[in-house]
């Protein structure tokens, strides 16, 4: 059974940074994706970024060239560090991992004020 726990998010100014992570435990495969969703109230939950272990990245639309997303595959954890953040940025972020199924976190909340 993989869990993930993940740490970050928090109140900041539009034009701020903040960093999240994520670890998971558990059975995990080598081979995996990991990254970060997101979701605003009254709206889908969206891709913010992944990551596949052998280090591809993709990202959503609305956050290209200010977040960036990493791994480090001995300890499982991902990071997401944000930049430039707007208020449009506010909701929660989940932690995601593809391992013989979707696991997810329990979601951090990030809030940028304008």
């Known amino acids: 059974q993989v869990q993930l726990r993940e740490s970050g998010g928090g109140l900041v100014q539009a034009g701020g940074s903040l960093r999240l992570s994520c670890a998971a435990s558990?059975?995990?495969?080598?081979?995996?994706?990991m990254g970060w969703y997101r979701q605003a109230p009254g709206k889908q939950r969206e891709l913010v970024a992944r990551?596949?272990?052998?280090?591809?990245?993709n990202y959503g639309d609305s956050v290209k060239g200010r977040f960036t997303i990493s791994r480090d595959n001995e300890k499982n954890t991902v990071h997401l560090q944000m930049n430039s953040l707007k208020p449009e940025d506010t909701a929660v972020y989940y932690c995601?991992?593809?391992?013989?199924?979707?696991?997810w976190g329990q979601g951090t909340q990030v809030t940028v004020s304008s």
């Open positions: 995601w991992i593809s391992v013989a199924g979707d696991v």
């Open positions: 558990g059975t995990i495969f080598r081979s995996n994706v």
């Open positions: 990551i596949t272990s052998g280090g591809n990245t």
